[in-house]
């Protein structure tokens, strides 16, 4: 959690959290960043699953992890939200350990995978002619 920056004085304070994570936090006994950090991600949303806390996503996993890096939670480095997910004891998700941050591929009709930002790129090309 070294930003080389004063650390932040509340849970609120780190990036991608916000009063709402706060106060899930508290209520499993995690007030500070400090602890947050000691605790570490996949443990404290263990706790806060065992809790049975509303709310508590894969997402949240991958944002309370990006808070201790102080980064946005899709900026998480590669592999990063897999070894999260297998830290707390998740099974694996289609999208942990994607190489870039909302990626998805899906199959062409030949079987071949075929990327979001290119099934984009074919609906903005006009239909051929049907002869």
Known sequence: MDTGEAPARRIRDLRG????????????????PEQLDALGAAAAYRLLVDAGTPGVTRTFLWALAGALLDLDRRELPP????????DAGLAPSTRAGQLGPNRST???AAG???????????SAKPDDPQT
Do not use: C, H, Y
């Not at 709402?20 to 508290?26: I, K, P, Q, T």
């Not at 071949?112 to 074919?122: C, V, Y």
């Open 112 to 122: 071949k995978p075929r990327s979001t930002s290119s099934l984009l790129a074919d």
């Open 106 to 108: 899906r199959t062409s």
């Open 79 to 86: 592999g990063e939200e897999a070894a999260l997910e297998r």
């Open 17 to 32: 959290l916000g009063p709402a994570s706060e106060r899930a936090l508290a209520r499993v006994g995690v007030r500070t």
